[in-house]
């Protein structure tokens, strides 16, 4: 490797991205053809960096197997971060096992490391989980290890263990430092307001107020029976009851806790639950099935019992009852939750990464653009959405994971 390719993957190293520029701007054999790549990544330009590395993949001859395979790498990482989640993962797997093989643990375990943010952001903590556990960051040098600790930190916060959390972000910084690279020191910074800023409201006896993340997790491993509209689920004492597939026995629940102590009139229910104006027979029948319903899903956590003029509320345990809601409700939460984190996403993206199909995401999509919420760039196959970061919007809570006891 000669002098000016060294010393331009070190300016990168070192997050000089301009520097190492300057030393292999004009040249187009695969190894600065990689170097500027991976430089125009740093700088922003994802679109060049993307096909700068292309090339540098496909220049390199038969037996630099190891220099395809750290395109790849790189590749799937500018994927990830432009939000093309429909990049093959098999070539970024496959890449792996080149670089183990070849001794180069260092690529390598970047390599598990950009797989394993794939998994967080489409939500499948327990295989992200698993590979985090497999995989041995010791190669890492302190700005892969910086980003290593953000992907534990993200899983930690995406379960609500705070106190993990922190202790990984406080790595974090440390690994930043260590790099010296301002603009790693900046990113872990900004990741960790997350512990810091309101994630959800707390709704109890007529009043409510705002609560962070580490409040949150206190809720949910308390005795208070809490309705979390975030993730529709029940819980108590750390006890948890879905609801996510059954938004009528929801409705039911929520509508109960937010009278508690209070009993709710058989009207008030038939109208936030089956949206009826005007409740006649086969309303009050079907509310009586869905009560009946909703005895049976909270058997074990609470008692729906019958009054004079309707139905109430009460856990079995000794303790409040309260809701847990999103800051920010309405239509298309969770479409708003990803986009808020400033990125531009492809409605595809967004399909794999709600688990939802392309159709109902882009009438989402186009219902927040209607209302100003949404921007969209560039056309056909090329169109991203973005929507500026919203102060306080509820990202964690409402992006998809299980938490605590899942």
Do not use: Y
Request: contains cysteine; charged residues 25%.
């Amino acid at each position: 490797m000669d002098s000016l390719i060294t010393a331009a993957a070190l300016a990168l190293a070192s997050g000089d991205a301009l520097g190492a520029l300057k030393r292999v701007a004009l040249r187009d054999d695969p190894p600065a053809l990689a170097l500027r790549g991976i430089a125009m990544a740093q700088l922003g330009d994802l679109a060049r960096a993307k096909a700068l590395l292309k090339n540098a993949a496909r220049a390199f001859g038969p037996r630099e197997a190891v220099a395809r395979a750290r395109c790849v790498v790189a590749e799937a990482e500018i994927a990830l971060v432009s939000r093309d989640l429909t990049w093959p993962v098999k070539a970024l797997d496959a890449a792996r096992k080149v670089l183990e093989a070849h001794g180069d643990r260092v690529n390598a375990a970047h390599a598990g490391n950009v797989a394993i943010r794939r998994l967080v952001l489409i939500g499948r903590l327990d295989e992200a989980e698993r590979a985090l556990a497999a995989l041995d960051p010791t190669p890492l040098p302190p700005a892969l290890r910086a980003a290593h600790e953000l992907v534990v930190s993200g899983i930690a916060v995406r379960r609500l263990r705070t106190e993990a959390a922190r202790s990984a972000f406080d790595r974090a910084r440390l690994a930043a430092r260590t790099a010296d690279i301002p603009a790693l020191t900046r990113e872990v910074e900004a990741a960790a307001l997350v512990l810091a800023t309101p994630a959800a409201r707390l709704v109890s006896r007529g009043q409510e107020r705002s609560l962070r993340l580490a409040e949150v997790e206190a809720l949910l491993s308390s005795r208070t029976l809490v309705v979390d509209a975030c993730r529709h689920v029940v819980w108590s004492a750390g006890n948890a009851v879905s609801l996510a597939t059954r938004p009528v026995l929801f409705a039911l629940a929520r509508t109960l806790a937010e009278a508690w102590p209070a009993d709710v009139a058989r009207g008030t229910l038939i109208a936030r639950a089956f949206r009826g104006k005007h409740a006649d027979e086969s309303h009050r029948a079907r509310l009586r099935v869905e009560i009946g319903r909703l005895r049976a899903a909270l058997a074990g956590l609470a008692e729906v019992s019958a009054t004079k003029r309707g139905f109430a509320l009460s856990p079995r345990a000794a303790g409040d009852i309260a809701v847990l809601a999103p800051l920010v409700e309405g239509q298309h939460g969770a479409v708003l939750a990803f986009l808020a984190d400033g990125e531009a996403w492809s409605s595809s993206a967004l399909a794999i990464a709600l688990a939802a199909s392309p159709r109902t995401v882009q009438r989402a999509l186009d219902a927040l653009a209607g209302e100003g919420r949404v921007q969209s760039l560039g056309r056909g196959r090329a169109r991203r959405w973005m929507s500026p970061p919203l102060p306080g919007f509820p990202t964690i809570l409402l992006l998809p994971g299980p938490l605590l006891t899942d």
